[in-house]
């Protein structure tokens, strides 16, 4: 049975937890910035062949969503000490290009994915006059490359074909405008490559209104070159993406795949907690609708209307394991994002194949003003754990020390019953 959440714990609480640790969080004042031009998100690192980092980041002038809103890249050959000059993937003074994403080919081109407003619309039909301005999170689903490590980008982009779904039908447009955003950088799975989103039915309030996470899937982008004949395909199966238990928002779906072929996906909601799903076909199907868990007992995750994001770990002493990034509250809006939290994770054995055993919250990262927003990570492994983070005005790189990491180890290992026990109720919800 699933433990009840715990009690709403003010962050200002949380961030006197995370100082007095042992060890302690790192206090992200002391991370290296990465430049931008002053509004800043997503700021993602491929690690290339020789060893520079490539940052992707959505940037501009002003504040979120205002008009100057591009996509930069900046290289890095000092674990993001220094920068070099951005390099514009988009140009400011075109329309907006947001929420890039890289993807790194075993052949070594690097792909951008990123929302385009193709028709370069300037107000959309919402129900508040700050929805109506925002042009950023709508339009097609594009991509460029570059074969020179970011050095230069395609002055061509491609649009992906994404497939209709019922949400579109239901936007304000009956689907002839699409609304969406993605924040999960793409993983490589049996050959394939996988990118999550979400598709948005509206816009109101409290900007998005509701929303849907959905991947996209590449068959053929790790052997073939020619942009124009990669093939796509649109997932889950159905016209239905992953919901939420609660609210109509289901949105930032973030994946990682199982050593038995599975993919396990997180994605935030506006009910106090996220979820998390299982797909043992490659994604055409899910488990249905469940807040995530962890520990033996099968605790409820606490988190905001905040990115929730897992990796797993691909070098080092802890190849093979997990990490997840959430904020252990459940404030409901957007606030409550300092500190910011991980859990380690391990497979285990469970009902319909590999499942993930998530261990006790560890602080990883605060800032000392308790109102800070710290989101949208990445995680490089590079003779050490490095996490990138963004308060929307500074995205900085942070070393993170090993102690930290080798407490969230002691703390994964839980008990193989009470992991089994966690199991069984996501698979029992299965669709």
Same mark, same amino acid.
């Given at each position: ?6 009690p709403v714990v003010a962050d ?103 929302? %385009? ?12 006059? %700050? ?147 299982y797909s043992r076909d490659g ?57 910011? %939290? ?33 989101? %949208? ?55």
């Amino acid at each position: 049975m699933i433990a009840l959440a715990r009690p709403v714990v003010a962050d200002s609480d949380l961030l006197k937890d995370a100082m007095n640790q042992k060890p302690a969080a790192v206090d992200i004042a002391t991370g290296n910035e990465i430049p931008s031009e002053d509004y800043c998100d997503q700021p993602y690192v491929v690690k290339l062949t020789d060893g520079t980092w490539l940052c992707t980041m959505t940037t501009g002038k002003g504040h979120e969503g205002q008009s100057s809103q591009h996509i930069v890249s900046c290289r890095s050959s000092d674990q993001g000490k220094t920068w070099e000059p951005h390099v514009d993937i988009e140009s400011a003074s075109d329309p907006e290009a947001s929420w890039v994403m890289p993807y790194l080919t075993t052949y070594g081109r690097v792909y951008a994915f990123y929302t %385009y407003n193709a028709k370069n619309m300037r107000e959309v039909i919402a129900t508040t006059a %700050y929805a109506r301005k925002r042009v950023d999170t709508l339009g097609e689903y594009a991509f460029k490359y570059s074969d020179d490590g970011g050095m230069t980008w395609s002055q061509q982009r491609w649009f992906i074909p994404v497939r209709e779904t019922g949400i579109d039908r239901r936007n304000p447009y009956k689907g002839a405008v699409r609304f969406f955003w993605g924040v999960g950088k793409p993983i490589q799975h049996n050959g394939s490559m996988y990118l999550g989103f979400s598709k948005v039915g509206g816009f109101g309030d409290n900007f998005i209104a509701s929303s849907e996470s959905w991947f996209l899937r590449c068959t053929n982008i790790e052997t073939e070159r020619n942009p124009d004949k990669l093939e796509w395909k649109t997932l889950p199966d159905g016209d239905d993406g992953l919901k939420s238990p609660q609210g109509l928002i289901a949105s930032e779906s973030n994946l990682t795949a199982l050593s038995d072929g599975s993919l396990f996906c997180t994605y935030r909601t506006v009910a106090g907690h996220p979820c998390h799903a299982y797909s043992r076909d490659g994604g055409k199907t899910w488990t249905g609708s469940a807040f995530m868990t962890y520990g033996p007992s099968g605790k409820l995750v606490d988190n905001p209307r905040a990115a929730n994001f897992v990796r797993k770990l691909t070098e080092g002493p802890y190849k093979g394991r997990f990490v997840y990034w959430f904020h252990n509250n459940r404030i409901k809006g957007w606030e409550g994002r300092n500190p910011v %939290y991980l859990l380690g994770g391990t497979e285990v054995n469970g009902p319909g194949g590999k499942h993930i055993q998530w261990g006790e919250p560890v602080a990883v990262l605060y800032d000392r003003n308790p109102k800070t927003r710290i989101s %949208y990570p990445d995680f490089i492994w590079d003779n050490g754990l490095y996490i990138t983070e963004t308060q929307k005005s500074i995205a900085r790189v942070h070393r993170i020390p090993d102690e930290l990491l080798i407490s969230l180890w002691k703390s994964a290992k839980a008990e193989q019953g009470g992991a089994a026990r966690s199991a069984t109720a996501v698979e029992s919800k299965a669709e």
